[in-house]
């Protein structure tokens, strides 16, 4: 039976190395690696995975209960209303957030800022997810991701709120980037174009050039007198010596 002194400072090493774990079956790798430490017997397979999941589940609600204390009543009203809110009759306030991708043309360009600006005025910093480890964050925001609005409504209070700050602080960047990158190309595709056009008019100019050149010389030739006129295969540089005359 895995109980007594022993079981109790196990549970406690359980607890402090969930956060940190990716996975149950990582969790109970390291369990096993921690009682052979502690010259431990090991328990049954079934007692060490209800172990690691418990000990898994009560290091997301500690992590979600501290990304909420360090929101105001406010926010977190401002929060559950992305839930509520409709654009345009269209998707909820929470769906048209998260529609950030990158564009390629000017009416793209028009449609980020909104939701760049929506998401700052919310007024939620990168502070709020601090202590937080990076694969706790990226997995809140796939859940979100995932999630519809009715889906999200029917998980707990703390829960719900974690993911939708951890969403909203997150495509903030990315909607900032996505702003930044739809800038690029639309004038990296502006400078291309103008440079086609450019080399298109500088070939038609020269081109033109030429004609006009071309219709010059031959207009020349017509206006001089028909004996003066330079046959092209003569020589008109080189001169004759007189003759010497007896």
């Known amino acids: 039976m895995f109980s007594g002194r022993g079981a109790r400072v196990l549970k406690a090493w359980l607890a402090g190395e969930a956060e940190a774990a990716r996975s149950n079956e990582e969790l109970a790798q390291r369990f096993v690696v921690e009682c052979r ?36 009543g406010g926010i977190q009203d401002r929060l559950d209303a992305l839930l509520t809110e409709d654009v345009e009759g269209r998707a909820s306030r929470f769906v048209w957030l998260r529609q950030f991708e990158v564009g390629k043309n000017s009416a793209d360009m028009n449609r980020l800022p909104d939701r760049l600006e929506f998401l700052q005025g919310l007024g939620l910093a990168a502070t709020a997810l601090d202590g937080v480890l990076p694969h706790r964050i990226t997995r ?48 990296g595709k502006t400078w291309r174009d103008a440079k086609a056009l450019c080399a298109v008019q500088i070939s038609d100019a020269k081109a033109a050039l030429q004609d006009t050149l071309l219709g010059l010389k031959i207009e020349v030739r017509h206006r001089q007198p028909e004996g003066h006129r330079m046959s092209p295969w003569k020589d008109t540089t080189s001169t004759c010596a007189p003759r010497n005359v007896a």
């Open 37 to 72: 430490r502690t010259q431990t017997i090991l328990p049954a397979v079934s007692v060490i995975e209800r172990l690691c999941a418990d000990a898994l589940v009560a290091a997301e609600r500690r992590i979600d209960l501290r990304i909420v204390e360090r929101l105001g």
């Open 140 to 187: 809140l925001r796939r859940q979100g991701e995932r999630y519809f609005t009715d889906g999200l409504r029917d998980i707990s209070s703390d829960r719900r709120l974690a993911i939708l700050v951890v969403c909203t602080v997150e495509w903030q960047d990315a909607t900032a980037d996505a702003v930044i990158e739809t800038h690029d190309r639309v004038v």
